[in-house]
C-alpha cells in the first residue's frame, strides 16, 4: 500500500480519494474512542440528572466556533457537527445508565 499523500503533495484525484478515504477512517476510529468515553462517564457519573450540563455545551460550541473561524472553516457548520455529535454522546449516555439501572433524579 503506498502512502497517503498530504493535500499540498496531491497530483491526482486517485492522491485525493485515498487521502480523504483515510481522513475518514481516522475520524470513524476517533468517534468510536469518543463514544467509548462516553460510555466510561456513563457509569462513572453518579448523577443522572447531570447527562447533559447545557452551560458547558454553549461554552464548547462557543470554543469551537472560535477555533473554526481562526482556522478557515465554517463556524456554522462546525457548530451543526458538533451539537450532533454532542446530543449523540448524550442519548448514548442515557441509553448506558438506563441499561445499568440506574435511575434519574431530577
Known sequence: MTAVRKPH????????????????????????VRFAYSTVAARIQADRSKI???RHIV????RLEKDAREHGLDP?????IYTELFEAS?????????????PETR
Open 9 to 32: 503533495e496531491c497530483t491526482s484525484m486517485l492522491d485525493v480519494e485515498a487521502g480523504l478515504d483515510d481522513t475518514d477512517r481516522r475520524i470513524f476510529t476517533l468517534l468510536m
Open 76 to 80: 456554522h457548520f462546525v457548530k451543526r
Open 52 to 54: 447533559s450540563d447545557k
Open 59 to 62: 461554552g464548547k460550541l462557543r
Open 90 to 102: 448524550i442519548e448514548h449516555r442515557r441509553k448506558v445508565f438506563k441499561k445499568l439501572q440506574i
